[in-house]
């Protein structure tokens, strides 16, 4: 299996800009969550959809966070406008079930200048 | 308010010594517990948990320790290798549920 895949690796944009990442989770698994990862933060979990519908967004820092899940094999989490507090790394991870090990993709960095 | 707290960002520890990472948390309804291990550009690897229902769990050189009654738990690396070196997180949740609290992380680096 590919596992967990995440795109673009890095991206780099202007404040203002609409950013959009992309996560495809392992094939077979039903949830799927976005993370993001600050030094002062460490992992915060910014959302987490079971079976394509979202469950808990409460993570979701602002209005111009966004995250859907249109089928079993495809989310995305988009920020518009993007701001330089917006910099981190964002991973995305999938699961088979609760109380089962999350698998990690490789993160997205992003650097908002 | 941080529900899952390491309060050591770093540690050094000597090739072959013990390695002992440290977490809190505050939440009492936790009760299953992970850590994952993160090198430079790569997701975030499950390494080893522990149910509440132990206090003790181990896998080869690693071993986590739960003491729910001070709300910690640790993990032990012994013998520690310079491969260990990453970030390590400790991370919680609640029986039936999907969602995990991850903490701050701790940098290990082992020194050969």
Redesign the interface.
Known sequence: DAG?IQSPRHEVTEMGQEVTLRCKPISGHN?L?W?RQT???????LI?F?NNVP??DSGMPEDRFSAKMPNASFSTLKIQPSEPRDSAVY?C?S?GG??Y???????TRLTVT | D?QVK?NSPSLSVQEGRISILNCDYTNSMFD?F?W?KKYP??????LI?ISSIKDKNEDGRFTVFLNKSAKHLSLHIVPSQPGDSAVY?C?A?S???????????TRLKVLA
């Open positions: 967990v949830s969550f993370y030094m002062m933060r460490g992992l915060e979990l987490y079971n469950i808990d991973f991870a699961t609760a109380g090990e999350q698998y990690f993709g490789p993160g | 941080q390491q299953y992970l994952y550009a790569e997701g975030p690897t499950f948990s997180f991370a949740s029986s039936g549920t999907y969602k995990y609290i991850f903490g701050t992380g």
